[in-house]
């Protein structure tokens, strides 16, 4: 166990760590090199946790259009971030391997996992003393490569069990509930009484499977006020330059997204609406309308154009360059 800060007479302040020989971690290279793609059918593309090309910027670029979406239209939306007590540590082994079972995952592989976990025991030295050996049967292993992957599949079924489909914000004509990174949780409807219902179905589908939320860590509406520091971007004749190369990056990461396959999420917030009318007056301007002018693109063309990534490259740099060019004129 290594202490990971705070009071080191507080045992929740350490963390398990798995030794595993190199015999043993060649084998699971092997084991989850078969998973893979098993684990990508039966992952929602609302969890982007440990997954090649995907992050916590995919789920801030979504919560970002929805706000905008929000703010532009008659209706509302409110957002609870969840985490759990002790998650990896509190993922029981038998619920993990019925789970895999369920969804059909090869049966001679979740036997091999299982052998992997079966017959753990440990002891706690302290002070010279030691304790009787006891079983382990809760928590993936810390520091083995497959039980990330193990973890994502086990909240996968929590949701699933929880039955929020049919609540959430709909967007485009789906219903998003929640926006997940691992263990890192947001959910998400247009309307507080959905909200509570959500918030406690998943409560109860993850106590069924040993996990508690974390009362402490648990937020709900979480406001942020962003300064753009326009007084001093304008005395250091910086704004429009500084402009120019955010929307360079944001035309990047939005080609980047729509043309990754395993992208439909943001492929739907991006190109949905929300259900309502919009508010009255001039709509502020957006994410999208920002690309949209710095490159000149109805979004449906950036969507096409996107496809081709070497294309797509060329034409940021062309439109940035104009920008460039323009402000440039601009100011003489």
Known sequence: MLHKGGNIKDCSNYRTIALISHSSKVLLVIILNRLKFKIEQELSDCQTGYHINRGTIDMLFVLQILTEEVRNSDQEMYITFIAYSKAFDSVKHNHLFKTMDVMGF?????????????????????????????????????????????????????????????????????????????????????????????????????????????????????????????SVLKELKTEKTLLNLINARKLKYVGHALRNHRTSLMKTVCEGRLDGRRRKGRPPISLVTNLTTACGLSLHQIAQKSQDRAGWQQKVRSSIATANTASGDADR
């Open 106 to 230: 090869p049966k001679h592989l979740i036997k091999l996992i299982a052998g992997l976990y079966s017959g753990q025991r440990a002891i706690i030295l302290w002070d010279d003393k030691k304790c009787e050996f006891f079983n382990i049967t809760e928590g993936v292993r810390q520091g083995c490569i497959l039980s990330p992957h193990l973890f994502n599949i086990y909240t996968e079924q929590i949701m699933r069990e929880a039955d929020i489909d049919q609540l959430g914000v709909n967007i485009n004509g789906r219903n998003l509930t929640n926006l997940r990174y691992a263990d890192d949780t947001a959910l998400m409807s247009d309307n507080i009484t959905s909200m509570t219902r959500i918030l406690h179905r998943v409560d109860e589908s993850g106590k069924k499977a040993g996990l508690k939320m974390n009362a402490k860590k648990t937020k709900a509406n979480p406001e942020s006020q962003v300064d753009r520091q326009k």
